[in-house]
């Protein structure tokens, strides 16, 4: 998969890129990352890329050109065609369903506003999909956009070591947040592991999971738990549970 990066700053992205299972990605080959500046097909002495917003107010909006002649820099690079995908908190929510489907591409352009937006109408000629990772305010997108990249290069084939680790993490597989994790040692000053998950019966430990999920999920994201489909005799123990913790069990 190659992803370009439209940014001011777009090493900064890259950067949050290079490390780990990404940076594993990457020196494989099953990932490419590039970046483009629209400061270096800005005009004149000063290279502007920015100017004051029309009706004034505090903030400044990016120029149409600058941030346009890079799009069309990154599109000569390469005949793919390409999904331009504006980060910003206007867009629609960014879901694991979403990454999926961005994964699944051969190509993304990923544009990262700066200062107060980008002028509307670059907007509306060159984005497909605007995304947003969360209901806050970065100070540009490209936090946001390295999001994108980190969630969408470890579902790369090939990325994981274990094939399973991606369907079994949260939202993926069941819709349920993940179960509690547990090493070395067995005994601690901080507590003892979960005697069921030394027991070596899989059946009882798939239970477990499964139920401390459901704990988890009822206490921290309830809306996820309408949408996970519990079988009848799940949703009959959930209920019978008392709802102050995750240990029970
Ligand atoms: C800046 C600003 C300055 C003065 C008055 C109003 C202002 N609004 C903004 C603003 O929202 N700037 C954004 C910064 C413009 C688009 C890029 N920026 C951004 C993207 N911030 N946060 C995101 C983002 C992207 C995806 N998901 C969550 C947040």
Redesign the pocket.
Known sequence: MRIDIISLFPEFVALCAGFGVVGRAQERGLLSIHGWNPRDYAQGNYRRVDDRPFGG???MVMLIDPLRAAIDAARAADPIRGRVVY???Q?RALTQARVRELAGQSRIILL???????DERLLAAEVDEE????D??????EL?AAVVVDAVARLQEGVLNDAGSAVQDSFEGDGLLDCPHYTRPVEHALGAVPEVLLSGNHAEIARWRRRQALLRTRERRPDLLAAAGLSAEEARWLEAQDGTGDEAG
């Not at 990262?112 to 980008?118: F, H, K, L, N, T």
């Not at 995304?131 to 969360?134: A, K, V």
């Not at 806050?136 to 997108?141: A, I, T």
């Open positions: 107010g505090p903030g980060l910003s908190p867009g990262c506003g700066r200062y107060e937006g980008v995304l947003s990772i969360g806050y305010v970065l100070s540009g997108g946001a």
